[in-house]
């Protein structure tokens, strides 16, 4: 059966992180079993894991890259064709659809978390949303990647 990743990190990473990334992903997939990649759309840390995963995915073909959001918006629905090329698929958590608007990135924050085997991890500081995940990540016994 495939495994799945997803990630959670800083808004503000550094580019500098894009190889790292590359090279963590290129590993999961060819030692770990990993072909779902699960990403968010909040900020350059998830950018740079999306565009890390499509490079991936030049060379091995099976690579899904999913881009999980909480609730449908207007950016994505008006530019329905750039995910549609950019993304394997697009995915909205029935949780975090239903969800309260103030709760419902976290939601499918855990969401993505309880569907993974892997998280990739940029942390630097113990609060916001991605350390939150990363916590959530811990306490449910994640297998966690530490950039």
Request: charged share 30%; proline share 1%; hydrophobic share 35%.
């Given at each position: 059966m495939s495994k799945c990743c997803t990630f959670a990190g800083h808004s503000t990473a550094p580019d500098t992180l894009k190889s790292e990334l590359i090279t963590v992903v290129t590993d999961l997939v060819d030692n770990k079993g990993v072909s779902t990649f699960y990403v968010g759309n909040h900020g350059r840390f998830d950018a740079m894991s999306a565009s890390a995963v499509r490079t991936v995915k030049q060379s091995h073909k099976d690579v899904k890259l999913i881009l999980v959001v909480p609730k449908m918006?207007?950016?994505?629905?008006?530019?329905?064709?750039?995910?549609?090329?950019?993304?394997?698929?697009?995915?909205?958590?029935?949780?975090?659809?239903?969800?309260?608007?103030?709760?419902?990135?976290?939601?499918?924050?855990?969401?993505?978390?309880?569907?993974?085997?892997?998280?990739?991890?940029?942390?630097?500081?113990?609060?916001?949303?991605?350390?939150?995940?990363?916590?959530?990540?811990?306490?449910?016994?994640?297998?966690?990647?530490?950039?």
């Open positions: 918006n207007s950016t994505i629905e008006n530019h329905k064709d750039y995910y549609a090329d950019m993304y394997d698929e697009l995915l909205i958590p029935a949780e975090s659809d239903a969800a309260h608007y103030k709760a419902m990135i976290t939601v499918r924050n855990k969401w993505m978390v309880e569907n993974s085997d892997y998280i990739i991890t940029y942390i630097r500081r113990e609060h916001g949303g991605a350390y939150n995940t990363y916590k959530y990540a811990e306490k449910e016994n994640i297998e966690i990647i530490y950039l």
